[in-house]
């Protein structure tokens, strides 16, 4: 835990979503943190209750010589030849969607209006897994009809007719 708690009262995550809450006037931060921290980050500060504000505060932290454990840390992968779209799975087809600008802020403003336009590839996974339910977006892969209609949707609003790359 000495790599994620830098006091007894402090966490250190990546900041990955900014929200409006405009009929509080007020935005709400997302700070994400590896899952087998939970249980400390909840003992250090509590679960949130309806009705008791526990004030907090945030700090910009330099970012760590070595990830967080729970972080990407794989070696780089050798370039594998790529499938035509339509060959890959929903769940590939998302994470590549996700990375770009323009799905970035359609996915804001059809799916999180009230959010304020950050347009990352986090806040935009991060809506995927609210719209469908999910926890993942290979779980996108069994319920293909569900992704096809939501990427015609895109293509729709965009006015992208050709095969994306």
């Known amino acids: 835990m000495t790599d994620l708690l830098k006091t007894d009262n402090g966490i250190g995550g990546t900041l990955s979503e900014i ?29 949130p209750q309806p009705g008791k504000e526990k004030w907090v505060g ?43 600008p323009e799905f970035q802020r359609w996915v804001t403003e059809r799916l999180d209006p ?3 336009p950050t347009h990352t590839e986090v806040g935009t996974i ?7 339910a999910i926890d993942s977006r290979s779980e996108l892969n069994d319920r293909p009809d569900d992704w096809a209609q939501f990427q015609q949707e895109f293509r729709d609003a965009t006015r992208e007719t050709a095969e994306i790359r």
Do not use: N
């Open 19 to 47: 929200k409006a809450v405009k009929t509080r006037g007020v935005i709400q931060m997302v700070i994400e943190a590896p899952i087998e921290h939970a249980e400390a980050i909840i003992t250090a500060f509590g679960y």
């Open 126 to 132: 991060h809506s995927l897994y609210r719209h469908f």
């Open 58 to 100: 945030v700090a910009l932290l330099r970012e760590p010589e070595t990830p967080l454990k729970g972080r990407d840390t794989a070696p780089a992968k050798e370039d594998k030849p790529k499938l035509p779209w339509s060959e890959r799975t929903p769940g590939s087809q998302a994470a590549y969607l996700c990375t770009l």
């Open 114 to 116: 009230m959010s304020l």
